[in-house]
Antibody
Framework: EVQLVESGGGLVKPGGSLRLSCAVSGFNFGKVWMSWVRQVPGKGLEWIGRLKRESYDGTEDYAAPLKGRFTLSRDDSKDILYLQMSSLQTEDTAVYYC?????????WGPGTLVTVSS | DIQMTQSPSSLSASVGDRVTITCQASQDIRNYLNWYQQKPGKAPKLLIFDASNLETGVPPRFSGGGSGTHFTLTITSLKPEDLATYFCQQYDNLPLTFGGGTKVEVK
């Protein structure tokens, strides 16, 4: 069974940083593109970025407004996907989802809530 | 960025009704269109990929159609468990973009 579990969310002050993790199981993580998507509670979905598998080229793509502040990375030896976030603003408050796929988003984690507030 | 416009934003229908949700893309996206279902308090779930292909395990009362700029998601014979918000998403161009969602209420 495919499982994705995000962790690392919580309360952070404006200007702060946070690293989210996504532990996966039930599939060959190293062969899969991965993405992060976020959702302000009660609102729509926003794509953050994707990370291609190493055997493809291992590169990342980002939503333009987030590039430079958000960084995706992966540890294929531990089956973990990361999202490093810096210079966080109140508008970054959202539930953050880890997702399999880079175009079609096949499997989603339950999400982790990030709250940016002073 | 490609804009995805869904309509209606919400609807209420009775058990057994046929429901159709539309998604309009701001430019031709061929058939690079997916549909997701998000039940209250849960993560989204892939329903349909490439405009018309049912994801494994999704009941056949769900179907998708369209190509180019106009797409539809149809639920034949609505069931109480279909209470959810439905989102379309294009992947023809980066960034991936989503429609605003259609909230389906079951009377």
């Amino acid at each position: 069974e495919v499982q994705l579990v995000e962790s690392g969310g919580g309360l952070v002050k404006p200007g702060g940083s946070l690293r989210l993790s996504c532990a996966v199981s039930g599939f060959n993580f190293g062969k899969v593109w991965m993405s992060w998507v976020r959702q302000v509670p009660g609102k729509g979905l926003e794509w953050i970025g994707r990370l291609k598998r190493e055997s493809y080229d291992g590169t990342e793509d980002y939503a333009a407004p987030l590039k430079g502040r958000f960084t995706l990375s992966r540890d294929d030896s531990k089956d973990i996907l990361y999202l490093q976030m810096s210079s966080l603003q109140t508008e970054d408050t959202a539930v953050y989802y880890c997702v399999t796929g880079g175009n079609t988003l096949g499997n989603w984690g339950p999400g982790t809530l990030v709250t940016v507030s002073s | 960025d490609i804009q995805m416009t869904q309509s209606p934003s919400s609807l209420s229908a009775s058990v057994g009704d046929r429901v159709t949700i539309t998604c309009q893309a701001s430019q031709d996206i061929r058939n690079y269109l997916n549909w997701y279902q998000q039940k209250p308090g849960k993560a989204p779930k892939l329903l349909i990929f490439d405009a018309s292909n049912l994801e494994t395990g999704v009941p056949p009362r769900f179907s998708g159609g369209g190509s180019g700029t106009h797409f539809t998601l149809t639920i034949t014979s609505l069931k109480p468990e279909d209470l959810a918000t439905y989102f379309c998403q294009q992947y023809d161009n980066l960034p991936l973009t989503f429609g605003g969602g259609t909230k389906v209420e079951v009377k």
